[in-house]
């Protein structure tokens, strides 16, 4: 069962759960859950690239946050562009009202945030006729970042746009308006 389990964190492109696991195989949820355990203790015991992390109640088979740069040309993209560059406006500038995004983004954006929080990178919260937005741990656990503190996560994404002429050119807008804040 372990192997199967293997094979399907393998080839998912998406964290799933233990509960969809176990359906596809037709055991509990429980001895899903265990075999995960037992499979990420021994990927963590061999020292490889490759991981297993809970992402809330899904899991998913990744290559280590450290080693993303030696296999990026070779992988395909987990993200369309817009979705990814919606996401990386909510980390951002987060706290952010969604009617700002939308100001930012246009009304695809609606669409981007819907699947955004069923992947369970954004969360959001009402406050009166606003709704905002914000990245969750599980964002900063996906990503490989260090933090899930709001700060950390804008410093380490303006100095990954520093390095990317595309993205700066991309950003350069909102970095200059996330030094203005810094500056006030």
Same mark, same amino acid.
């Given at each position: ?20 696991? &176990? ?23 061999? @020292? ?39 996401? &990386? ?48 741990? @599980? ?46």
């Amino acid at each position: 069962m372990k192997e199967k389990i293997e094979a399907i964190l393998f080839v998912s492109s998406d964290p799933i759960s233990a509960s969809k696991i &176990a359906r596809i195989l037709g055991v509990s949820a429980d001895d899903v859950e265990k075999a995960i355990q037992d499979l990420s203790e021994e990927y963590e015991s061999r @020292n490889t690239s490759i991981e297993i992390v809970r992402l809330g109640k899904r899991y998913l088979m990744r290559v280590k946050p450290q080693y993303s740069d030696v296999v990026r040309s070779f992988t395909e993209r987990e993200f369309e562009r817009g979705l990814l560059r919606t996401l &990386a406006i909510i980390a951002v500038k987060q706290p952010i009202k969604l009617s700002e995004l939308a100001k930012i983004r246009g009304n695809r954006c609606y669409e981007h945030v819907k699947k955004l929080k069923d992947m369970d990178f954004i969360s959001e919260e009402k406050r009166g006729r606003s709704t905002i937005l914000r990245t969750t741990k @599980n964002f900063s656990i996906y990503f490989g970042l260090k933090s899930s503190d709001p700060a950390e996560i804008k410093e380490t994404l303006l100095k990954i746009v520093k390095k990317d002429r595309k993205l700066e050119e991309y950003f350069g807008k909102l970095i200059s308006e996330e030094r203005n804040i810094k500056d006030v």
